[in-house]
């Protein structure tokens, strides 16, 4: 079982920028695809981002395409979300997820395991 751990939120004006990081440990996580999700008060949870086992290859939910940078350091067990350019309707709790499977296409990854999640606050 992998444990993940979120960190990095906090309260940010508009325009501004937060760096989110999530740690693994229990298990590595360098050959599974993971992924960044968020959800808002009163909102189900949505897809923000994901980024495959190596690296290679990263998606993007069209809202934050151009102002979001997942990243992955595999030697450090560790995923990062650069989050640029923050809107009000940012404001959710972000959640970093691993794929049940390794070296899985990204694509199709089924995300099972969760961390506890880190809120950001984008104020107007």
């Known amino acids: 079982q992998v444990q993940l751990v979120e960190s990095g939120g906090g309260l940010v004006q508009a325009g501004g920028s937060l760096r989110l990081s999530c740690a693994a440990s229990?298990?590595?996580?360098?050959?599974?695809?993971m992924g960044w999700f968020r959800q808002a008060p009163g909102k189900e949870r949505e897809f923000v981002a994901k980024?495959?086992?190596?690296?290679?290859?990263?998606y993007y939910a069209d809202s934050v395409k151009g102002r979001f940078t997942i990243s992955r350091d595999n030697a450090k067990n560790t995923v990062d979300l650069q989050m640029n350019n923050l809107k009000p309707e940012d404001t959710a709790a972000y959640y970093c997820?691993?794929?049940?499977?390794?070296?899985?296409?990204?694509?199709?990854?089924?995300?099972?395991?969760w961390g506890r999640g880190t809120q950001v606050t984008v104020s107007s």
């Open positions: 997820a691993a794929d049940r499977a390794t070296f899985g296409n990204p694509a199709r990854a089924d995300f099972g395991s």
């Open positions: 980024i495959s086992w190596s690296g290679g290859s990263t």
């Open positions: 229990g298990r590595t996580i360098s050959q599974r695809a």
